[in-house]
Structures are given as C-alpha cells and as structure tokens.
Nanobody
C-alpha cells in the first residue's frame, strides 16, 4: 500500500491550498484516513481525520478553516485549507488504516511541505 500526497506549496497568509492523498495497492475497506502535520522542532499532531461512517475530527487550531473529505471511489482523502496562517507551516502527512483478519494495518504518506508566509 502506498500513499501519495500532493498539493503543498508556498502561499501567503490568508490564502488557500488543497492537499490530496491517493492510496494505491491492495487493501480492504479503509476504516480511517487522516492528515497530520509536523512543524520544525515539534511533534506530529493531528490536523483532521475521517472515520468511515461520516465522523470527522479537527484540531482546535484549524476548526472553521480546514475541511477534510474523502472520495472512496478513488481511495483519496483531501484537505481544503482556507485562511491559512503562518503557524500552519509544516510538513503535512496523510495516513490510513484498515483491518484484515482482526489485524490493523497502518500506512503513512511521504509528506508534503506547506509554507505560509506572513
């Protein structure tokens, strides 16, 4: 299973970016897809996630500005980021997991850099 993330880049504060992450390979129905980020000198933190069944969660710092969505026909997860702030600068990682015979299989993408200039 591979995850390929796209859409990062340099944007001015107040601008928007849309990240996408496509999963390829052989896997069962995906239980969970999410986005995490890691800024220099900090740990990886949850940005937003989507649990199959329509449950979404957001970090308090991005609520009202970011939206996560999934296209299950394409095994792709998106992160629409609006009103970006300098503190959103980080490497963004996508992740998914699915279950197979009671075992959890978790995968991470390679990360895409988002830089917001103030």
């Amino acid at each position: 299973v591979q995850l390929q993330a796209f859409g990062g880049g340099l944007v001015q504060a107040g601008g928007s970016l849309r990240l996408s992450c496509a999963a390829s390979g052989t896997f069962n129905d995906i239980n969970y897809m999410g986005w995490y980020r890691q800024a220099p000198g900090t740990g990886r933190e949850l940005v937003a996630d989507d649990i199959t069944g329509g449950i979404t969660n957001y970090a308090d710092s991005v609520k009202g500005r970011f939206t996560i969505s999934r296209d299950n026909t394409k095994n792709t997860v998106y992160l629409q980021m609006n009103r970006l702030k300098a503190e959103d600068t980080a490497v963004y990682y996508c992740t998914l997991w699915f279950s197979d015979n009671g075992k959890r299989h978790e995968y991470w993408g390679q990360g895409t850099q988002v830089t917001v200039s103030s």
